[in-house]
Structure formats: C-alpha cells, structure tokens
C-alpha cells in the first residue's frame, strides 16, 4: 500500500505525510504516480474543490483502494453521498478529512476569484448560522484544521485492510 497525494497549499500533504509517519506507508505526491505499479494498493488522498477530490481522475486506472478529501468545512460538503456520487467513488470508502485554507489575501488566480464570488454568497446570506459565520472568517483569515486525530478512522481501516 502506498500514500498518493494532490496538494495545493500544504494542508492535504501534512495529513499524507501525517498518515505515512503513523503507519510506515510510503507517501507520494500524484505527479510520481508513473513510479507505482499498476497493481500496488494505493490509499489517496486530495484537496476538494466545490466538492470534487482533486487529482482522483490522475489516479483512477491506479488499484484505489480508499479515497480521502481534505476541505476546510467541519464535515463533508454538501454531505458525503453527493461527494461519493459527484466523484464517481462507488464503494471504495472514503473518508472526509478537515483540512485548512491560506487567508484569501494570499490566493492567486482563478481559486482566489471563486473563493471571492463564494464569501460574497455567504455573505448575502440573511440568516447567516453560526457554521456560515465561521466559514466566512476561515475563508478571509484563513484555517489550520489539520489534526492527527482526525486520522484515526483512516487508520483504524488500514489496520483491517492492508
Ligand atoms: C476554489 C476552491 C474551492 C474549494 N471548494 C471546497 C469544497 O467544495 N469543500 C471544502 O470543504 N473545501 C473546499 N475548498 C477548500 C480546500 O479544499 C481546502 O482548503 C483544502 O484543505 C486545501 O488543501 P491543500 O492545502 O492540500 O491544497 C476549496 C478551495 C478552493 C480554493
């Protein structure tokens, strides 16, 4: 089994660099994917925009044996059956891990206009709860929400599974 992971600010990578200290997996970022064999079980993990796990499609011919996306919201987004069916993941498990966000000041391009156009929707929402105000506040102040703990069902599967 290896770790394959798609990382763009950091958040995704400490967790798969988190998961190979703890099991002794190897951990490696998609762009190497060329150096796995086709037949080697690979546990991957991606960040997730608007709700897709990014990277899942660079390793699909791969042998995926569980998925995991790292977002900032406290659960899945809008909830894990609309993730697993907008990500075409079928029965392979997938866990959702909570990861973090660079203050929007520090985005470039296209991810810093649609987390913009994103606020801006929150925002105007008029009766804001208290989960839209905090997701308001990580977006412009940006996020650490990265924790060992949040590994464990991860690890609990690996344990029965590998
Ligand atoms: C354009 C954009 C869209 C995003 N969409 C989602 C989303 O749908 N759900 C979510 O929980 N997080 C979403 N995020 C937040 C990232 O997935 C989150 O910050 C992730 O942990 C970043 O991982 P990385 O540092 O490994 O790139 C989005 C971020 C950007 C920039």
Redo the contacts with the bound molecule.
């Keep these: 089994m290896v770790i394959v992971y798609e990382?763009?600010?950091?958040?995704?990578?400490r967790y798969a660099e988190m998961l190979a200290a703890k099991t002794g997996l190897k951990a490696i970022p998609t762009k190497e994917i060329s150096k796995i064999d086709k037949n080697e079980e690979i546990i991957f993990l991606g960040?997730?925009?608007?709700?897709r796990v990014q990277g899942l499609d660079k390793v699909r011919k791969y042998n995926v044996k569980a998925v995991c996306g790292?977002?900032?919201?406290r659960t899945?987004?809008p909830d894990t059956e609309t993730v697993l069916a907008r990500n075409n993941i079928g029965n392979i498990p997938f866990f959702y891990l909570r990861?973090?966000?660079l203050p929007l000041k520090q985005?470039k391009g296209?991810?810093k206009i649609?987390?913009s156009m994103?606020v801006k929707v929150l925002k105007n929402r008029k009766d804001k709860d208290e989960e839209t105000e905090e997701a308001i506040n990580h977006i412009v102040n940006g996020f650490d929400g990265v924790k060992e703990e949040n590994l464990e069902p991860v690890i609990q599967w690996l344990k029965t599974n590998s």
């Design positions: 990382s763009k600010t950091g958040f995704t990578k960040w997730m925009k608007v709700g790292s977002g900032t919201g899945a987004e990861g973090g966000c985005l296209l991810d649609m987390l994103f």
